[in-house]
């Protein structure tokens, strides 16, 4: 088996892989990678991250996943990436099909195609994946042959744009139903099943949407009806899979270990899920709820195991909220006795600056003075209470204040624009506070700063998102939002410590592009295909990224992009996502909406239970 393997490896390096710039982005064979005998095992999935393999080897979720799929016997969990576009070139003039790292076999032979959907750019991706794999891109055209196409991960909240290119979406987190979608598609082999009948016996599991047994009807102001299921006897909603137990849950204590390096090339300890503390902006604050904490014992011995099965030499906590898991400080304690001085490098992101994290991030950082990052989101305090962020300007400038007499001179800010309620003078406001926080460092003796300070500003622009309070707002077309971009860089330039400011702000048209695909509906998914068969791939990253691609695309298809940002949602509108059940109930959106509009506060969970819904869950913080 393995020498045929190797066989394989050379054949298809000496064909294209010599061809192609970093070609160990396709050869597997990497550290913890499991082979198995495809004789031996009942069910091939293949594991797709749908950006290149320096993203997606990057991505936790899948090390889970590929370590729980591969724990079964039966089931051989594969992986594959997007081509780079030089590999997706050859592999179409050369009529190759697109190939799995571990066996180099073709993907379209697997039984299974999961693909994490991490951001809404990566769309086209998905199409990349299908074409390349020799896989019928629309869902009703595939038989028996070939693979079923799944989908998970945070943008199958709303699979609407991309329900004509899947099989069945997995909503919530993979570790709770996936034994039974196995143990289900083995038995429908056995008895000769078919297809179609398993897709309509796997839309009966908890979490489980499969798109074609659902149809939808539209208004003729061209917002939704109607969603309803095609049979009485599959759900009318699609309840969100949670882990009730953090510390027992399957975790990968021999995590893979890339050849090459990628984004995040260290040991990952996750901590907790969810967050306590409701920014309407974000997403994965709602999605991820309740909070759930793994207990610091069990991440002491994942730590050791995961170190030492991987010689990696750096450590990261992974959380929404860092700060916010209670046993912190023991953890980080530990890390640093028992690592530390073995040269591994413990990295804490998400952490509030207070003096805690400041201590701890003197005592794990190599250079003390590399820059330290916060996220305010908003200038004004008007603006923070909008967002319900939780910061005020004296914590911002309390924490920056003991930040600079710690030894730091350089902090970043990320800001967001085109927020809901936002006016000018919220979005000067941003220099003003950046301002502000250099005065503060200019208060220190001179004897005593580490040289002269540089304060980054970077603005993103405002994206709605589904399952938030903000799922209701307008967005702007792009030329709106560089004009909010110049306001604050015109303010920039007034202030008295302009030579310590620096300004960054994200493309504008990404941003238009990005809303339409997280709260479009099924009639997005034409748009998306045109895209791809035009040459659209890669949208993530600037320089494949065509805007005018996009527009030529709406209009091609029929389609009219503004009717996706340009207008602010009623209260009873039938989202296309309203059929999933995410934990938070629409209720509580509204009206977080209405607090938001009348700049209402609304404290964290461990302050005050706030009734979001989650609580039906039975576990994590709701418990307490």
């Excluded at 089931?75 to 571990?102: A, M, T």
Aim: hydrophobic residues 35%.
């Amino acid at each position: 088996m393995q020498s045929q393997a190797q066989e394989k490896k050379l054949a298809l390096s000496e064909r294209i892989l010599l061809h192609v710039e970093k070609p160990a982005r396709y050869i597997g064979n990497e550290i913890n990678s499991v082979i198995k005998d495809p004789a031996q095992v009942a069910i091939r999935f293949v594991m797709c991250f749908p950006d290149v393999y320096e993203i997606g080897m990057s991505h936790l979720g899948i090390q889970i996943l590929y370590d729980m799929f591969n724990k079964r016997e039966d089931v051989w969990c594969e992986r594959v990436y997007s081509p780079w576009p030089d590999l997706h070139r050859i592999l179409k003039e050369e009529q190759i099909p697109l190939f799995s790292l571990e066996s180099q076999e073709p993907v379209k032979n697997a039984d299974f195609l999961g693909i994490t959907l991490q951001y809404e750019m990566c769309y086209t991706n998905v199409l990349q994946i299908l074409d390349l794999s020799r896989i019928p891109l629309r869902a009703k055209e595939r038989d028996e042959s070939h693979p079923l196409v799944i989908g998970g991960g945070p943008c199958a909240y709303n699979p609407e744009p991309l329900s004509d290119f899947f099989d069945l979406f997995y909503i919530g987190e993979g570790e709770t139903q996936y034994d039974a979608l196995f143990d289900l598609y083995q038995n429908i082999k056995i008895s000769g099943g078919s297809r179609e009948m398993f897709l309509h016996e796997a839309a009966k599991i908890p979490g489980i949407y499969v798109p074609s047994l659902y149809e939808t009807t539209y208004h003729s102001n061209g917002t939704i009806a109607s969603f309803s299921p095609v049979f009485s006897d599959i759900p009318v909603r699609i309840i969100k899979q949670a882990v009730t137990d953090m510390t027992n849950v399957v975790y990968p204590e021999k995590p893979l270990v890339p050849f090459i390096k990628v984004t995040q090339d260290r040991v990952v300890l996750e901590i907790q899920r969810g967050c306590i503390r409701g920014c309407r902006f974000c997403q994965a604050g709602m999605i991820y709820r309740p909070t759930r904490e793994k207990d610091v014992d069990r991440l002491k011995e994942l730590a050791k195991k995961m170190l030492k099965a991987t010689g990696q030499e750096e450590i990261s906590l992974s959380s929404l909220s860092s700060s916010d898991y209670s046993s912190l400080e023991e953890l980080v304690t530990f890390l640093i006795d028992e690592f530390h001085e073995k040269g591994v490098n413990i990295s804490l992101p998400s952490l509030r600056i207070d003096s805690f994290s400041l201590d701890v991030m003197e005592k794990v950082q190599d250079v003390k003075k590399s820059s330290i990052t916060f996220a305010p989101e908003a200038g004004s305090q008007r603006m923070r209470n909008v967002i319900n962020k939780g910061l005020t300007e004296e914590s911002i400038l309390e924490g920056a204040g003991m930040a600079f007499e710690s030894g730091w001179n350089k902090v970043k800010l990320y800001f967001m624009l085109g927020l809901p309620t936002e006016t000018a003078e919220d979005m000067q406001s941003i220099p003003k506070l950046a301002n502000e926080i250099a005065v503060r460092y200019y208060e220190i003796p001179k004897d005593k700063r580490n040289g002269k300070c540089q304060i980054t500003i970077s603005t993103s622009f405002f994206v709605p998102k589904p399952f938030t309070p903000f799922q209701w707002a307008k967005m702007y077309p792009p030329a709106e939002y560089i004009s909010r971009a110049k306001i604050v860089n015109d303010a920039v330039k007034e202030q008295l410590n302009r030579k310590s400011l620096k300004y960054n702000w994200h493309e504008a048209d990404v941003t238009v592009i990005e809303g339409i695909l997280a709260r479009g509906d099924r009639r997005v998914g034409a748009v998306i295909q045109n895209v791809y068969e035009n040459g659209g791939i890669f949208d993530a990253w600037t320089e494949y990224f065509n805007y005018d691609r996009w527009m030529d695309a709406f209009r091609q298809c029929g389609i009219d992009p503004d009717f996706y940002t340009m207008r602010q949602r009623d209260a009873d509108e039938i989202f296309p996502w309203d059929f999933i059940d995410a934990g938070v109930t629409k209720q509580f959106l509204w009206r977080e909406w209405n607090n938001a509009m009348n700049g209402s506060v609304t404290p964290n969970c461990r302050m005050q239970c706030q009734g979001c819904g989650v609580k039906k869950f039975g576990t994590g913080i709701c418990m307490i």
